[in-house]
């Protein structure tokens, strides 16, 4: 398994990113100054030295309802101008549309510059001057409500999108069991100079250069079948069979080592709390069957093959430092001064394999600390976890005062 990490460009993964959504704008710190300037007094010039994570579904919502003391909790950080960050491993929509209803569920002012999602890092592949510069290739976009994950894909800069749609809809022979009803209203004509001059055969040709999961697959089948068929395709042409598959005298028996796609996923989740009483499968569900299938056929780990994948979202190192770096940034407001060093982070959260095990594993280049707080509104409900976090709490108001107990700081009137 090849794990991505984002550490090693950190500067350049930021300052990319940011200019690819706007954020940290002049303007937005004129409309929300309450979410950005950390003084905790007014006579203070600097942020204190910690700051909050929070995840969002579990901790501060479920499903589509705020959880109770959420907006509490938000609101007191915001008026003692305490510095957080949403931290989610969620997404399927672009950062705008998804702060904007986090503030309406939530009633609290919120800003892009406060909120990182599982796909806010991948806006660096179209924006890297490097190897990994994506732009103008031609990327499968895979996951997510109809083509909503298509249009944030194009937000971020990638100019050639395809989704599994138009693939479908073009080529419907590809996968016998599909709903061409579902997939046609979302479907485009494929671009003309993805083919070859073999289309008339009727196989696909499209050719593709990586393949993004943005969010939970909605057609797993389909799905599964697709990213399956450009794994093992000559150098991402759909519908091709590369020769050198199985080859016990090339690395990973050949495998994967004629120039197929790049895969991405943008988290590892494998369960999240919906508003079901039980956990539901989330992309890890789907990153597990579609490896399964892979092993199947290619006989797997017992037969020296290993799947070949780029990770993205907690608990990886660089998601983290990423998060890191947001909150260094929107902790100093200009002309208010210096904020001063970030020396702990309390990361809150429900799941133990994401939010606790990155929080414990993260080590941070700056040296900043990083506290996991695990709550019990989401994933998470009893027993002892598979990573351990340094408390367990009932809810996120629970888990704010824990921290702020740590800092020193008075806690009677969060009571």
């Known amino acids: 398994m090849a794990t991505f990490c984002l550490g090693r460009r950190s500067a350049t993964l930021t300052s990319s990113i940011c200019r690819s959504l706007n954020l940290l704008r002049p303007r937005d710190l004129k409309q929300h100054p309450r979410c950005l300037q950390t003084s905790v007094t007014n006579d203070q010039p600097k942020a204190p030295s910690f700051a909050f994570a929070f995840d969002i579904d579990g901790v501060l919502i479920r499903s589509s309802e705020a959880l109770p003391r959420a907006h509490r909790t938000l609101s007191y950080l915001q008026t003692h101008r305490i510095p957080f960050i949403l931290l989610t491993n969620g997404g399927g929509k672009s950062e705008q549309e ?29 924006n890297d001057h490097g190897k990994e510069n994506l732009k103008d290739k031609c990327i499968l976009v895979v996951g997510g409500d109809g083509d909503k994950c298509r249009r944030v894909a194009e ?47 009727g196989h696909p040709t499209l050719k593709v250069d990586a393949i993004m999961v943005f969010n939970d697959p909605r057609d797993w089948a389909l799905d599964t079948q697709l990213v399956l068929d450009l794994l093992l395709s ?32 943008s988290n590892p989740d494998l369960f999240w709390a919906a508003s079901y009483h039980l956990p539901r499968l989330g992309q890890g569900g789907f990153q597990a069957a579609l490896e ?16 070949h994948k780029k990770l993205f979202g907690k608990p990886t190192q660089g998601t983290f430092q990423f998060a890191e770096n947001r909150l260094r ?42 506290h996991s707080i695990l709550v019990r509104s989401g994933v998470y409900r009893g027993g002892k976890p598979a990573y351990e976090p340094k408390v367990i709490v009932q809810d996120v108001w629970d888990a704010v005062r824990y921290g702020l107990r740590k800092e020193g700081v008075d806690t009677d009137e969060t009571s």
């Not at 050198?244 to 895969?263: A, C, S, T």
């Not at 020396?343 to 394999?353: I, K, L």
């Open 98 to 126: 998804r702060v904007q209803q986090l503030s309406r569920l939530l009633d609290v002012p919120l800003d892009t510059s406060m909120f990182v999602q599982s796909h806010t890092p991948f806006a660096e592949l179209a």
């Open 155 to 201: 937000g971020y800069g990638f100019n050639n999108v395809v989704t599994p749609s138009d693939i479908i809809t073009a080529y419907p022979d590809l996968w016998p069991f599909v709903l061409l009803e579902y997939h046609r209203p979302f479907a485009r004509p494929l671009a003309q100079k993805g083919h070859s001059n073999q289309e008339s055969s």
């Open 234 to 265: 000559i150098g991402g042409h759909l519908g091709t069979l590369s020769t050198k598959n199985g080859d016990p005298n090339l690395p990973n028996r050949g495998y994967q080592q004629d120039g197929q796609p790049e895969l991405y996923f």
């Open 292 to 307: 399964g299938v892979f092993n199947a056929v290619t006989g797997g780990p017992k037969n020296g093959v290993q799947l």
């Open 329 to 370: 940034q929107h902790r100093t407001v200009p002309q208010e001064g210096e904020a001063g060093e970030l020396r702990s982070v309390y990361m809150v959260g429900d799941n133990p394999e994401s939010d606790i095990r990155g929080a414990n594993d993260y080590r941070s280049p700056t040296g900043s600390k990083w």
